[in-house]
């Protein structure tokens, strides 16, 4: 839907400097400039080409894949993720691309044993968007085309992509684990690691208390039978620039303090 399907009455989005976005209705139009009045009772003036239309047959708790949106711009895209983010619904597709909402709060639910075994095998787009749902098609893949599959992770700092990572090698860890080893097993062995290259590769900054200052390839393999035989950590890149200066009020990395208040023994 372009500029030329806005006629007086259309519901639109228009930019607003404290909201990003705020809807309403065109009520006069004079060339290419528009007056809407929006939800709050304001009347704004701006340029037909900063206004989108709003779909106002849009489900009231939002569409879990993005791909069945009327129109796909910003301010659909933002409120659709926001009506799902107030029913708790953290995870939406678009497509094969799962997105993420942090949600500030333990969701333990979501992460349970019960939620593995529903996502383990199930056609993706099947069930809710889960970021388990992305572990078991990378998993299927490997095992059905016998090809490495790799699964980024990405968003700014205080996203959620440590623990959206963490999630995702546990899930991993249940589909390849072995049932009733003894020991330390390799996927124990492989979560465990985390904590230890977090304390070496994360720091406070202003945004985020504990905030990854570095990038990880993690590697885990499998054998022909889809068990985890081994994994590897094939990159591991820090910021050097924190390690020799520190800009007010941020903090080095955790594993300096950590030596510095360690007991004497």
Known sequence: AGPDNIIIGSHVWVEDPGLAWIDGEVIRINGNEIHV??????????????AFPKDTE?????????????????????????T????????????????????????????????????????FGELSPHVFAVGDAAYRAMINEGKSN???????????????TKMLMRY???????SGVEGHTV???????????EAFGNAKTVRNNNSS?????????????????GAAIRTYLLERSRVCQISDPERNYHCFYLLCAAPPE
Request: proline fraction near 5%.
């Open 172 to 178: 991993l860890a249940f589909l390849g684990g072995r």
């Open 213 to 229: 200052r570095f990038g990880k390839f993690v590697e885990i393999q499998f054998d022909k039978n889809g068990r985890i035989s």
């Open 37 to 50: 009045k929006t939800a709050h009772g304001k009347t704004v003036v701006t340029n037909t080409s900063k």
């Open 150 to 164: 790799s699964i980024l992770v990405s968003g700014e700092s205080g996203a959620g992509k440590t623990e959206t």
């Open 84 to 123: 799902r983010y107030e029913l708790n619904e953290i995870y939406t597709y678009t497509g094969n691309i799962l997105i993420a909402v942090n949600p500030f709060q333990r969701l333990p639910h979501l992460y349970d044993t019960h939620m593995m075994e529903q996502y383990k095998g199930a056609t």
């Open 58 to 82: 849009a489900p009231p708790g939002g569409v879990d894949d993005m791909t069945k949106l009327s129109y796909l711009h910003e301010p659909g895209v933002l409120q659709n993720l926001a």
């Open 187 to 197: 996927e124990q062995q492989v979560l465990e690691s985390n904590p230890v290259l």
